[in-house]
């Protein structure tokens, strides 16, 4: 395939946003309250506007006959690159919250540096989500903040889910060798970079939060290769089912 | 969630030079919940420019028993009326 590091690289930031955004759609209707429902599906919806861009630019890229769909909905689980992290199922809200939280840090240092990409697109499209994203973080470390300095429940699970989801972090820093090049280039952004800033800004909102940084030493990875956590196959056959069985359907 | 959160209600500004108007109501356990429930609610379609949130308990409504004496003036005072005044087109929302 032609541009195929480019598109990879694509696949990488742009895979974080459809599966967290599809994660975030099946609260649809289902979010704890009506306003924490709305905000959740809002931000799904953000996230699968985010990728929309993404995918419509790696689809010219392949200089094929191809569309944002076919890179959505018709790729199998190896090669979606997207992080463990962002593919953890809606265990409770306290565990959503969490997932969010851990990935907003992230994902708005990713676009800050994104955004001085020297390719002009990329640059665009991280200009333009870091108002959302801005919000997100925002949304969740409040949140983080509410549960952890909440009642001894709250603190309890949110703290639970701190702690299992710490193990999915270090993933978010890791380069692929295939990235290299697009890195050098001045295209990618080095993640390795944003380790420090991002575990700083996380543990500052945990100790607000009254939680305990977990001192784990030991990190799942996997994401980023193809190699993928046991619920990815589930949210797959869920976001991919209409295209596989009825072929090319519109709405 | 139980939820026992207080009701809010909602004022937004649509655009700058404009009042804010009530828009509704909703729950939230602060004011700082409030108004990021309000943006989430809304005006996630660019409905607004500015909100003020307000507890609904701070809010004192004037009682339906005294519509007759607070809503229902005797109608021959004309004079009560600015009607007297020619409005220049060039002024708006008036």
């Known amino acids: ?99 969010q939280f851990l990935f907003d840090a992230f994902h708005l240092l990713l676009l800050q540096k994104l955004q001085n990409s020297t390719d002009e697109t990329l640059s665009a499209i991280a200009k333009k989500s870091i108002k959302e994203v801005s919000y997100h973080f925002r949304f969740s470390s409040d949140w983080m903040k509410r549960l952890g300095d909440g009642t001894e429940e ?47 800004k996380v ?42 069985t009825y072929p090319n359907m519109k709405w | 969630m139980k939820n026992n959160w207080p009701l809010w209600e909602v004022f937004v500004r649509s655009k700058n030079g404009l009042e804010h108007r ?9 004011a700082e919940m409030a108004l990021e429930n309000a943006r989430d609610v809304y005006t996630r379609r660019n409905e607004g420019v500015s909100i003020w949130v307000v507890e609904s308990k701070h809010i004192t409504a004037s009682n339906p028993d005294d519509n007759g004496e607070f809503f229902e003036p005797a109608q021959d005072k004309v004079y009560r009326h600015p009607t007297f005044y020619d409005l220049p087109d060039e002024v708006k929302h008036m």
């Open chain 1, 203 to 244: 543990k500052e909102v945990l100790t607000d939060a009254t939680l305990v940084i977990p001192e784990t030493k030991y990190f799942q990875k996997g994401g980023k290769k193809g190699i993928h956590t046991e619920h990815m196959g589930y949210l797959l056959a869920d976001l991919q089912y209409m295209q596989r």
């Open chain 1, 154 to 200: 709250s603190h309890a699970k949110v703290q639970e889910a701190v702690n299992n989801l710490w193990t999915y972090t270090d993933e978010l820093f890791h380069n692929l060798d295939s990235d290299n090049e697009i890195i050098t280039q001045g295209v990618g952004v080095d993640l390795s970079e944003l380790k420090d800033s991002y575990y700083e």
């Open chain 2, 22 to 30: 009530h828009f509704g109501s909703l729950h939230a356990a602060d």
């Open chain 1, 1 to 99: 395939m032609k541009n195929d590091n480019l598109i990879q690289y694509i696949f990488s930031i742009a895979d974080n946003a459809l599966i967290l955004g599809q994660r975030l759609s099946e609260l649809c209707g289902h979010g704890p309250s009506l306003e924490t429902d709305i905000a959740m599906t809002n931000m799904a919806l953000d996230l699968l506007g985010q990728t929309r861009s993404y995918f419509q630019y790696a689809a010219k890229l392949t200089g094929e006959d191809k569309t944002e769909d076919d890179l959505a909905y018709l790729r199998t689980e190896r090669q979606y690159r997207n992080v463990l992290l962002v593919e953890q199922p809606n265990v409770h809200f306290g565990y959503i919250i969490t997932r």
